[in-house]
């Protein structure tokens, strides 16, 4: 009967995987040649069904696979040449004679005297002792001005299968990156090895042997002993505890006559996104910069110290490590040990030290007559941002902006950058918000804190008259003032009565009232301050010139 059977195992299998890059081999030729003795591959079977007649055994039943050196003599004969050439996820049946097999004795109570024994084998798992870890990158990105390193910290994410393709873990599924330190131990050995020298933005597969993963006993969860692990891994983050912060300028305007110090407050826009690109916040989304004083822990340590030394129009690329950003924990759409680029754009800085700055840009040779408070102004001007955002321009209106300077007509930074001014005279007017229009702003027009740049021409200057003065005498006042006023000799002056007589007397230039005033409030104000009882009506008890007054503040004759 033994005449019968083959003299060696036959295998046949209904399943061969069209894609094979690895196969047992029993005595690997270059490994034999390095070492002098056979070092053999292991090999874990899932699906090991072993068959005579009225007996069957199988790793199944025993829920666990079968894990072995291959042609090191720990099996029968006929499997050791059998798994030979076999690849992960090829199935097999083995029909192993006797001869190869337990022979004429068997094993007592289990396999009878010159048994064929049929396997039917799905191999799941291959590695040798000799392998070192597998690493296979298939995308880099074209820029790669960092690799991992030993100490870096870094995030990934990751598919975690067996060589098999079962997976058993994913980053993926719990939508969060795994984020670890490496080469310190952090990792199993072969992971540690098979993030070092990845990119920003690389995707690799990293191959690790058991021995250099979870060995022989598995992690006692999801990963069995002795078997090999598969991570798909995409690095998205990388950074050093001993980093500092990155500045990359972009664009740095040629004229750059102040840069920014500590304690000043700027305004800027900026895209916030992580290191893999992943926009996080805008200020451009919200079409409002964002406002802050620098240097004064207002903001993250990182672009404290990232917006120092910056111009007005400048646009530069800060790149801040955790420990000067968010930290472990992160902050809303920021995961925790995020690396966080910013690229900004600044718009204005000031201090709130600084005054109104004044530079003339053209003045007439004939400049006596300087412009003072309580003249009256016309001027042309452009209205800008410091970045030279147009806001208005009077000339674009078609008419001048006429004033009373000192009165409160425009904004403080505005009445101190017109003094001292002649007709003809040009210059350009920087006012800090905290002179202009505050923090606030004018909806619609001034953005709040802004810095506003006025290049101004004055065209006309009417002086005023003295200060607390509506109305003054170009000449002696008359002794008989208050009859020369009540026209009806009634011993009382009505606001009609006053008023053409303050009419009359500027229009044949014997007076002069306040430039830059509607007539009809001045002559009211002027009436009222004289009528003491507040009747409507001026007797010549209540009548009183200034100089007659014996308490200052009245705008009166």
């Given at each position: 009967?033994?005449?019968?059977?083959?003299r060696?195992?036959?295998?046949?299998?209904?399943w061969?995987?069209?894609?094979?890059?690895?196969s047992?081999?029993?005595v690997?030729?270059?490994?034999?040649?390095?070492?002098g003795?056979?070092?053999?591959?292991?090999f874990?079977?899932?699906?090991t069904?072993?068959?005579i007649?009225?007996?069957?055994?199988?790793?199944?039943?025993?829920?666990?696979?079968?894990?072995?050196?291959v042609g090191?003599?720990?099996?029968?004969?006929?499997m050791?040449?059998?798994l030979?050439?076999?690849?992960?996820?090829?199935r097999?049946f083995?029909?192993?004679?006797?001869?190869?097999?337990?022979?004429?004795?068997?094993?007592?109570?289990?396999?009878p005297?010159n048994?064929?024994l049929?396997?039917?084998v799905?191999?799941?798992?291959?590695?040798?002792?000799?392998?070192?870890?597998?690493?296979e990158?298939?995308?880099?990105?074209?820029?790669?001005?960092r690799r991992v390193?030993?100490?870096?910290?870094?995030?990934?994410?990751?598919?975690?299968?067996f060589?098999?393709?079962?997976?058993?873990?994913?980053?993926h599924n719990?939508?969060?990156?795994?984020?670890?330190?490496?080469?310190?131990g952090?990792?199993i050995?072969?992971?540690?090895?098979?993030?070092?020298?990845m990119?920003?933005?690389?995707?690799?597969?990293?191959?690790?042997?058991?021995f250099?993963?979870?060995?022989?006993?598995?992690?006692?969860?999801e990963?069995?002993?002795?078997?090999?692990?598969?991570?798909?891994?995409?690095?998205?983050d990388?950074h050093?505890p001993?980093?500092?912060?990155?500045?990359?300028?972009?664009?740095?305007?040629?004229?750059?006559?102040?840069?920014?110090?500590?304690?000043?407050f700027i305004?800027?826009?900026y895209?916030?996104?992580?290191?893999?690109?992943t926009?996080?916040?805008?200020?451009?989304?919200?079409?409002?910069?964002?406002d802050?004083?620098?240097?004064?822990?207002?903001?993250?340590?990182?672009?404290?110290?990232?917006?120092?030394g910056?111009c007005?129009?400048?646009?530069r690329?800060?790149?801040?490590?955790?420990?000067?950003?968010?930290?472990?924990e992160?902050?809303?759409?920021?995961?925790?040990?995020?690396?966080l680029?910013?690229?900004?754009?600044?718009?204005?800085?000031?201090?709130?030290s600084?005054s109104?700055s004044?530079?003339?840009?053209?003045?007439p040779?004939?400049?006596?007559?300087?412009?003072?408070?309580?003249d009256y102004?016309?001027?042309?001007?452009?209205?800008?941002?410091?970045?030279?955002?147009?806001?208005?321009?009077?000339?674009?209106?078609?008419?001048?902006?006429?004033?009373?300077?000192?009165?409160?007509?425009?904004?403080?930074?505005?009445?101190?950058?017109?003094?001292?001014?002649?007709?003809?005279?040009?210059?350009?007017?920087?006012?800090?918000?905290?002179?202009?229009?505050g923090?606030?702003?004018?909806?619609?027009?001034?953005?709040?804190?802004?810095?506003?740049?006025?290049?101004?021409?004055?065209?006309?200057?009417v002086?005023?008259l003295?200060?607390?003065?509506?109305?003054?005498?170009?000449?002696?006042?008359?002794?008989?003032?208050?009859?020369?006023?009540?026209?009806?000799?009634?011993?009382?002056?009505?606001?009609?009565?006053?008023?053409?007589?303050?009419?009359?007397?500027?229009?044949s230039?014997?007076?002069?009232?306040?430039p830059?005033?509607?007539?009809?409030k001045?002559?009211?104000n002027m009436?009222?301050?004289?009528?003491?009882?507040?009747?409507?009506?001026?007797?010549?008890?209540?009548?009183?010139?200034?100089?007659?007054?014996?308490?200052?503040?009245?705008?009166?004759?």
């Amino acid at each position: 009967m033994d005449a019968q059977l083959p003299r060696t195992p036959t295998s046949f299998g209904p399943w061969h995987p069209t894609w094979c890059s690895r196969s047992h081999f029993a005595v690997p030729p270059a490994r034999f040649s390095r070492q002098g003795v056979a070092n053999t591959s292991t090999f874990r079977s899932q699906n090991t069904r072993a068959a005579i007649p009225n007996l069957r055994r199988s790793s199944y039943d025993r829920g666990s696979t079968f894990n072995v050196f291959v042609g090191k003599g720990q099996l029968i004969a006929g499997m050791d040449k059998a798994l030979v050439g076999m690849c992960v996820n090829e199935r097999r049946f083995v029909k192993i004679p006797p001869k190869l097999a337990y022979g004429s004795e068997g094993v007592s109570g289990v396999i009878p005297p010159n048994a064929v024994l049929h396997f039917d084998v799905l191999l799941i798992d291959l590695w040798n002792p000799e392998d070192e870890v597998q690493v296979e990158t298939y995308f880099k990105p074209e820029k790669c001005t960092r690799r991992v390193q030993v100490s870096d910290f870094v995030r990934y994410h990751y598919n975690g299968t067996f060589l098999d393709g079962t997976l058993f873990d994913s980053s993926h599924n719990r939508m969060r990156t795994y984020d670890t330190y490496v080469g310190i131990g952090w990792l199993i050995p072969g992971m540690d090895q098979g993030l070092l020298g990845m990119c920003i933005g690389e995707k690799r597969i990293i191959t690790i042997p058991p021995f250099l993963a979870y060995g022989e006993e598995g992690d006692g969860k999801e990963i069995p002993g002795q078997a090999s692990l598969v991570f798909d891994v995409a690095l998205l983050d990388l950074h050093n505890p001993k980093d500092g912060i990155t500045i990359e300028n972009q664009l740095v305007p040629e004229s750059c006559e102040r840069r920014t110090q500590t304690g000043d407050f700027i305004r800027y826009h900026y895209n916030g996104t992580l290191l893999d690109g992943t926009l996080f916040d805008s200020s451009y989304s919200r079409n409002r910069t964002y406002d802050t004083y620098v240097g004064k822990g207002y903001v993250i340590a990182g672009m404290d110290e990232g917006l120092l030394g910056v111009c007005t129009g400048e646009r530069r690329r800060i790149i801040i490590p955790p420990h000067l950003g968010y930290g472990e924990e992160g902050r809303g759409k920021i995961p925790g040990s995020a690396v966080l680029v910013f690229d900004i754009h600044v718009a204005d800085f000031h201090n709130p030290s600084d005054s109104v700055s004044i530079t003339v840009n053209y003045k007439p040779s004939n400049c006596s007559l300087l412009s003072k408070k309580g003249d009256y102004l016309k001027y042309h001007y452009n209205a800008s941002l410091l970045d030279g955002t147009l806001l208005v321009s009077t000339q674009s209106l078609g008419k001048t902006y006429n004033i009373v300077l000192g009165s409160g007509q425009v904004v403080i930074g505005m009445d101190m950058g017109l003094q001292d001014m002649c007709v003809g005279e040009r210059r350009t007017v920087v006012i800090p918000p905290h002179l202009g229009y505050g923090e606030d702003g004018v909806e619609g027009e001034v953005p709040g804190s802004a810095v506003l740049v006025f290049d101004i021409e004055l065209l006309e200057l009417v002086s005023g008259l003295p200060e607390g003065y509506m109305f003054v005498w170009n000449g002696e006042v008359s002794p008989n003032l208050f009859e020369e006023i009540d026209q009806n000799h009634d011993g009382e002056v009505l606001l009609e009565e006053f008023s053409e007589y303050i009419q009359a007397q500027v229009d044949s230039g014997k007076g002069k009232l306040a430039p830059g005033f509607d007539f009809e409030k001045i002559v009211k104000n002027m009436f009222t301050n004289q009528d003491r009882d507040g009747n409507g009506k001026v007797t010549v008890e209540e009548f009183k010139l200034k100089d007659q007054e014996a308490k200052e503040g009245h705008d009166e004759l």
